[in-house]
């Protein structure tokens, strides 16, 4: 008996010592198993970076825009779970351990300060919501997106990097939920950001750990964030258009003489280039993107669905950043009209919109390019309330009465409204309207379709182009003022509106064109061609022409390059900017 009763006392007293150790054990593993609260890590502190951006216009007033950005296609979203420990037992049974991580919803951005379409400060809220156990940790990160694929893809230069992209640091939140304590299931978090560079995009990331040590990551990333205020939307609320003819390249395709854009031999295709075209445009005084077509390349043989798909994707992305108007630019085309006429009466030059393949052709060409979808975006250029088309070369086509009366027409049953249509005819220096031959092709051929018209211009600065034009070249300031001042009467004489074609320069010798003397790009010449065609502004409907943004084949560019920086673009802001003023500018009698 002694013996027995030593033995059970001995077992249960062995019992005991199993129950305090499994005790212990649990108790080290999951600290909140017996109601105890853990206590969160501290998390680590990075380092912040707080840009700062200054204001383009000091007489802008910042306007708080209520838009909020959700997070409906997060980048990434990771999940990290506890980990677990057990042991068997069969007189102890533990409380099953938290493996299911947080849950991040309601994540959104909203813009609280924005300056003419420049988001300078951004509020992050989001919600972190847990079924077991409290939240513990909320944490916030704010990095630039970088673009080094287009060093390799375009060629774009180290040193030119941060010119395109300014630098920016990752900025790192630790936050505290809105009540103040870390001590629910669900928690609701807000975060201001504020003095954001821009020029980029941005990722928003968000961590979130709740007491069982479950983490849950989503990343979002923000659309383009501009680097300037919209100068070109001010200068259009106060009604001058500004515009620059945007060309469609791959510029791996495109020779080029002496320069090369900071985006290097980029395609605008990329989203990214063509977001920073129109900030580096738009802050600069631009608000239109004149979009050239290239119907001239849509039926050759290759080209047919390439070139068309290429302009229409990049329409679209434009009109879809609500911050630029855009037109269309089509043309004559060998590849699709027929040239001449039977009896000959007509230059094997010309176009005779008489001949029905070619009033089928043309209006083939404007039933393609406005669609309904385009035209009435709101983005798409209106003119006294009409949709712009405007006909490059226009005086290559003949007898356009009928055929400019049918796409007004067209128009109009697409949009309630008849086209705003720009004839971009005008002759180049020293050709003037009382010469015979103007007066001959607007008596017989042309007179009564630019009747039908709304708007006269011409093309690069009216520059002449060959090898016998060494006077006008040399004194091309000169010639350019007594051309604008005589056709901008002629057009007043026809009731048309005057449209002031403007360029830097110009020299197709070594793509595309024949031999010529080319003419200067120059940023004195440019800064003094630029005053001269604000002084022949219409008064009643100001339009500047810029040829063109983007024209490498001519050297007529001017959006930043390696050897000219962003110098083109800060003698057009530096002049624009004082037409933003309540005092009307002085124009031309």
């Not at 077991?132 to 040193?159: D, Q, T």
């Not at 299931?185 to 201001?192: A, C, I, K, N, R």
């Not at 050709?431 to 709304?454: C, I, M, N, W």
């Not at 211009?457 to 009216?462: M, N």
Request: aromatic residues 12%.
């Amino acid at each position: 008996m002694l013996r027995a009763g030593g033995a059970s006392r001995r077992v249960l007293l062995g019992v005991l010592i199993a129950v305090v150790a499994v005790s212990a054990l649990l108790l080290s593993v999951y600290p909140g198993w017996i109601g105890r609260p853990a206590q969160p890590s501290t998390p680590t502190t990075h380092s912040q970076t707080a840009a700062t951006s200054s204001t383009l216009l000091n007489t802008s007033q910042a306007m708080v825009t209520t838009t909020t950005y959700p997070s409906t296609t997060p980048i990434t979203s990771t999940t990290t779970h506890a980990a677990t420990s057990s042991t068997t037992t069969t007189t102890a049974t533990a409380h099953p351990a938290d493996t299911n991580p947080p849950k991040i919803t309601s994540l959104s951005w909203t813009p609280t300060r924005v300056v003419l379409d420049k988001v300078y400060d951004i509020q992050v809220s989001f919600t972190a919501v847990d079924n077991e156990s409290p939240i513990a940790r909320a944490e916030l990160r704010f990095k630039p997106v970088e673009y080094y694929y287009m060093m390799y893809v375009y060629g774009v230069k180290s040193e030119d990097y941060p010119k395109i992209f300014p630098p920016e640091g990752e900025r790192s939140y630790n936050l505290t939920p809105v009540d103040g304590e870390f001590d629910g299931l669900e928690e609701t978090f807000t975060v201001q950001i504020t003095n954001i560079t821009g020029g980029r995009e941005y990722e928003i990331l968000i961590l979130v750990e709740d007491r069982a040590g479950n983490t849950k990551t989503v990343e979002v990333k923000t659309p383009y964030i501009r680097q300037y205020e919209n100068l070109g939307k001010l200068l259009y609320e106060k009604g001058f258009i500004v515009m620059s003819v945007y060309l469609p390249f791959n510029m791996r395709n495109i020779p080029h003489k002496d320069d090369v854009s900071l985006l290097g031999k980029y395609d605008t295709l990329d989203e990214i280039v063509i977001a920073k075209h129109v900030d580096w445009a738009t802050g600069n005084g631009i608000n239109t993107f004149i979009l050239d077509s290239q119907n001239h390349w849509w039926t050759t043989a290759g080209m047919t669905t390439g070139m068309i798909d290429r302009v229409f994707l990049i329409c679209r992305t434009l009109l879809s950043l609500n911050q630029i108007n855009v037109a269309w630019l089509m043309g004559p085309s060998r590849n699709d009209f027929r040239y001449g006429t039977y009896g000959g009466e007509i230059p094997e030059w010309a176009i005779d919109l008489r001949n029905p393949w070619n009033n089928w052709t043309f209006i083939k060409f404007v039933n393609a390019l406005m669609t309904p979808d385009i035209v009435n975006n709101p983005n798409y250029l209106r003119i006294n309330g009409k949709p712009v088309l405007y006909i490059w070369d226009e005086g290559a086509f003949f007898n356009q009465e009928e055929t400019y009366i049918a796409v007004k027409r067209l128009i109009a049953e697409r949009t309630g409204s008849e086209a705003y249509i720009i004839a971009d005819w005008i002759p180049r220096i020293p050709t003037q309207p009382s010469d015979e031959y103007v007066q001959f092709l607007l008596k017989k051929f042309r007179g009564a379709g630019l009747r039908v018209v709304d708007a006269f211009t011409g093309w690069i600065g009216l520059h002449r182009v060959g090898l016998d034009t060494r006077e006008y070249v040399d004194n091309y300031e000169y010639y350019y003022d007594i051309q604008l001042n005589t056709w901008r009467n002629f057009t007043k004489t026809w009731g048309k509106d005057f449209i002031v074609t403007l360029t830097p320069g110009f020299d197709n010798s070594y793509s595309w064109g024949g031999p010529q003397i080319p003419l200067p790009r120059d940023i004195n010449k440019f800064a003094e061609r630029l005053k001269i065609a604000i002084r022949y502004l219409d008064n009643t409907r100001p339009v500047l022409k810029i040829d063109t943004w983007n024209d490498f084949g001519e050297w007529t560019y001017i959006e930043p390059t390696r050897k000219d920086g962003f110098t083109y673009l800060e003698i057009l802001c530096s002049i624009l900017v004082n037409l933003t003023t309540d005092k009307t500018p002085t124009l031309s009698n």
